[in-house]
Nanobody
Framework: QLQLVESGGAMVQPGGSLRLSCVAS????????IGWFRQAPGKDREAVSF????????DYADAVMGRFTISRDNAKNTVYLEMNSLRPEDTAIYYC??????????????????WGQGTQVTVSS
């Protein structure tokens, strides 16, 4: 069974940057598509980005397009989310999740089999 652990969350000022990591254990990460989701206080969890098994396909939510970059290093069993130009509305708990195949689309939570515990990102002055 795949286990996922996120790290890298912190408090930063608006305009700052962070890099989140999602480290997998228990199985090879290269079998899985990986998505990043986030949940802000009082809001539903929303999809942020995804990356295919080999890294050749990626997509982003409109809210983060051009500011966030997803990447992966399968040799290190790690997926990254580079976040730049952070805004207060990016404040949330960020989760990574693993899927094998999409039936409907990468933004659907039900597509993902395994989830990490989350890492807190706070953007505030």
């Amino acid at each position: 069974q795949l286990q996922l652990v996120e790290s890298g969350g912190a408090m930063v000022q608006p305009g700052g940057s962070l890099r989140l990591s999602c480290v997998a254990s228990g199985s090879g990460l290269d079998y899985y598509v990986i998505g990043w989701f986030r949940q802000a206080p009082g809001k539903d969890r929303e999809a942020v980005s995804f990356i295919s098994e080999s890294g050749d396909r990626r997509d982003y939510a409109d809210a983060v397009m051009g500011r966030f970059t997803i990447s992966r290093d399968n040799a290190k069993n790690t997926v990254y989310l580079e976040m730049n130009s952070l805004r207060p509305e990016d404040t949330a708990i960020y989760y990574c999740a693993a899927a094998i195949v999409f039936r409907t689309g990468w933004t659907e939570e039900s597509e993902y089999l395994y989830w990490g515990q989350g890492t807190q990102v706070t953007v505030s002055s």
